[in-house]
């Protein structure tokens, strides 16, 4: 059975880093994905964040976090990551990680989904 594991969400001062993990079970389902982070604030949809290639050689980032958010993966450890600089209020959401046959910005996208991992920015 597939299984996409989020961690490394908390609680953190505005300006501060994060970094998060997705560890992926069934291993055959990790090396030919595309993976990618999704967050949902209250209220509101859940939305593209970043994605990365299976090889890692393409990535892409909502306007929103470019220049702050880095996403990467280790299919040798079958886990994709995001590390997140200069956190702003804004950024308070459950994030989730996800794979697709082929990354998108479209939550529809992706198949397999993690249960997600809070991240808080206090200002």
């Known amino acids: 059975q597939v299984q996409l594991v989020e961690s490394g969400g908390g609680l953190v001062q505005a300006g501060g880093s994060l970094r998060l993990s997705c560890a992926v079970s069934?291993?055959?389902?990790?090396?030919?994905?595309?993976m990618g982070w999704f967050r949902q604030a209250p209220g509101k949809e859940r939305e593209f964040v970043a994605g990365i290639s299976w090889s890692g050689g393409s990535t892409d980032y909502a306007d929103s976090v470019k220049g702050r958010f880095a996403i990467s993966r280790d299919n040798a450890k079958i886990t994709v990551y995001l590390q997140m600089n200069s956190l702003k209020p804004e950024d308070t959401a459950v994030y989730y990680c996800a794979s697709a046959r082929t990354m998108g910005v479209s939550r529809y996208d992706y198949t397999y989904w993690g249960q997600g991992t809070q991240v808080t920015v206090s200002s």
């Open positions: 069934a291993g055959r389902i990790f090396s030919p994905s595309d």
